[in-house]
């Protein structure tokens, strides 16, 4: 079991800059998927990125040169840098973790951290 607290959200201009913080309550090189998500008023949750055991990342097209991802393994921490902010990035940011257990599946969520965007 794993439990995830976000952090670092809050209310910047368009053009500005916030870290987000995922702090887990276990080793996180032991989790074997560690992912960022949002959602928006109205609109489903959707992927941002993921971090994998290795600590290799990946983020999707729409945030690509925008955000990253990295991890602190000392303080059992996963980041989200996030630049250039935009106004349709205002949502609800939310940590996951996915562990394997040989034919058993976990997945945690974390409660969420607002980033709101303003134009």
């Known amino acids: 079991q794993v439990q995830l607290v976000e952090s670092g959200g809050g209310l910047v201009q368009a053009g500005g800059s916030l870290r987000l913080s995922c702090e887990a309550s276990?080793?996180?090189?032991?989790?074997?998927?560690m992912a960022w998500f949002r959602q928006s008023p109205g609109k489903q949750r959707e992927l941002v990125g993921t971090m994998a055991t290795d600590g290799s990342t990946g983020v999707v097209d729409s945030v690509k040169g925008r955000f990253t991802i990295s991890r602190d393994s000392a303080k059992n921490t996963m980041y989200l840098q996030m630049n250039s902010l935009k106004p349709e990035d205002t949502a609800i940011y939310y940590c996951?973790?996915?562990?394997?257990?040989?034919?058993?599946?976990?997945?945690?969520w974390g409660q969420g951290t607002q980033v709101t965007v303003s134009s």
């Open positions: 996951k973790a996915k562990i394997v257990d040989f034919t058993k599946m976990y997945e945690y």
């Open positions: 276990r080793r996180i090189s032991s989790i074997d998927v």
